[in-house]
Structures are given as C-alpha cells and as structure tokens.
C-alpha cells in the first residue's frame, strides 16, 4: 500500500491521481474526509501530523509514502513525528518532498527547515528519495486579481532568471518514483520547468493570456514583506515569500534534466500552465 500525506495539496493531489490512473492501490490521508472528494478507488484515512494515534492508523500496511506538510514554525517536529511513526509501522521506502534550495545554511526558514527533515530521512531505516523542485507555477495565481483588474505582476524576484515548475508534474514524477522506489532509493532530484524566465518574461507571457498588457512591479523585498504583513500574513510567512529569491543562487536557477527523466516527456511550459488557467487572468 502506498500513503500520500498531504493529499489535497497540490502536488499530493496531483500523486494520487497519477496512481490512481495507473491502477495502484493507494490511501490518503487528510484532516477531514467530509470535505475531500476522493477519486474513486482511494482509501482515506484521516489524520493529523500532530495525532500519533491518527497517524499510526494510517501507516497501517503502508510499504511506501509520499511525505509532504504544510510549512510552518512547526514543520520540523510534526514530521520528525512522522517518521517515528513511518519506522515503526514498518514503511520501506519514504519518498519526502523537499526543495531545490534546501540548507542549513539558508537565509529563508522554510529552506532550513527542509533540510533539517531531509537529513532526518537520510538517516532512517527506510529507503528513500528525495524529490526537490524549484518555485511553483502555481503560485501565480496569487496575482490573477492583480493581472486580470490591474494589469500589474507585483513580485520581489528581482531581475533573475527562475526555472519555474509545474506542481502536476512534481505529483507525476512522485508517483513514478513510488509506482517503483527501489529504482530511485539515495536518489535526489532537482525538478525545475523546461526553461528559466525571468518575472518580466512572465508578465509578457500574462499579457498574452490576459489579453491586456501587463506589467512586472519589481517590489523591493522589505516592502513585500510589509505589504504582505499588513495583508494579515504570519511574520514568518511573510518574510519567507518576501525575500525567498535569496533562496537560490546561479547554481539553483540551473534547468534540470531530472524532471524530463522521471516523466519520459518534457515538463510543462510556463505557456502551458497560463493556458489551462486562462480563466483566472482573463477578464
């Protein structure tokens, strides 16, 4: 049995789908089974990264898991938990969501933080595989109001260059890695779209979708952060998608061939992503 924790995000949706269309036996698991359409065939299990008991149930026969949480001040103890639990129910391969980017040493908590888990995985007992993608496509579409009413793509990215991915894709290429973990165990994988753009490439690629002209604000990233923190945001939120470009370095915005390799295809294109979520920008 495979378990997907985080399920109805998107990458872990994304994976349940991917191996539910290929016939694999999987469960989530989800904090509310009431408010989760599950595909037909899933088994759901809920549960809570921070309920042993829960968590414990859901590990039940599992062999292989997708382990992926929501960031947050409490990250690091919740799956610290996780993996306690994943040893004693026996799991053999963990398959951990991480981030290209990831390091003790970097100056974003979210970074740190992955690599902190991620080095908790490597000394497991389990098999493992790290799957580590670049910034989502998807968080454009925290602009779409702003594109569609304004024409305006406000971002603190600065002038670089950023190999942005697809999160169908990650949730595609995890459930290659599950649907066959011995093939991948120590691996560790850097996911990034075809090509790196950088935020005026993506403002032009907005226009064409929108159908207006639309315009990169390049906001500086203490005034992001204030922006954001008015907006109601957590400090810690708010600082970390406010200065997250620090995260990566030349090294980082490199185009990767991992992704094209565990899918047997191209990721998709930044074009792609806008065209099956032109609703969103168009007025």
């Given at each position: 049995m495979i378990l997907i924790t985080a399920a109805t995000g998107q990458v872990g949706s994304s994976a349940l789908n991917s191996l539910i269309a290929a016939g694999t036996p999987v469960r989530a698991l989800v904090r509310d089974p009431m408010g989760f359409a599950a595909p037909e065939g899933v088994?759901?299990?809920?549960?809570?990264?921070?309920?042993?008991?829960?968590?414990?149930?859901?590990?039940?026969?599992?062999?292989?898991?997708?382990?992926?949480?929501?960031?947050?001040?409490?990250?690091?103890?919740?799956?610290?938990?996780?993996?306690?639990?994943?040893?004693?129910a026996g799991v053999r391969h963990v398959v951990k969501l991480s981030a290209?980017?990831?390091?003790?040493?970097?100056?974003?908590?979210?970074?740190?933080?992955?690599?902190?888990?991620?080095?908790?995985?490597?000394?497991?007992a389990a098999g493992w595989t790290l799957l580590k993608p670049h910034l989502y496509m998807q968080n454009l579409l925290r602009a779409a109001n702003s594109v569609r009413r304004e024409g305006r793509l406000a971002a603190p990215m600065g002038r670089d260059r950023f190999p942005l991915v697809d999160t169908r894709?990650?949730?595609?290429?995890?459930?290659?890695?599950?649907?066959?973990?011995a093939a991948h165990a120590g691996k560790e994988y850097a996911l990034t779209g075809p090509i790196a753009v950088s935020y005026e490439e993506v403002a032009k690629a907005l226009a064409a979708i929108a159908g207006r002209a639309v315009t990169y604000e390049a906001v500086a990233p203490l005034e992001f952060e204030d922006r954001l923190r008015t907006g109601g945001m957590p400090e810690w939120r708010a600082y970390d998608l406010a200065h997250i470009a620090l995260a990566y370095g030349a090294s980082e915005n490199v185009v990767s061939p991992d992704l094209a390799m565990l899918l047997g295809r191209q990721p998709g294109s930044l074009f792609e992503f806008l065209e099956d979520h032109r609703s969103a920008y168009s007025s």
């Open positions: 088994q759901v299990v809920q549960g809570d990264f921070d309920d042993d008991a829960s968590i414990a149930k859901a590990l039940g026969g599992v062999a292989f898991m997708l382990l992926a949480g929501r960031d947050g001040p409490d990250s690091v103890p919740q799956h610290r938990r996780v993996l306690a639990q994943a040893r004693q290209i980017g990831a390091s003790s040493a970097s100056p974003i908590a979210l970074m740190r933080e992955h690599h902190e888990i991620d080095e908790e995985v490597r000394k497991g894709d990650v949730g595609a290429a995890a459930a290659m890695v599950l649907s066959d973990p």
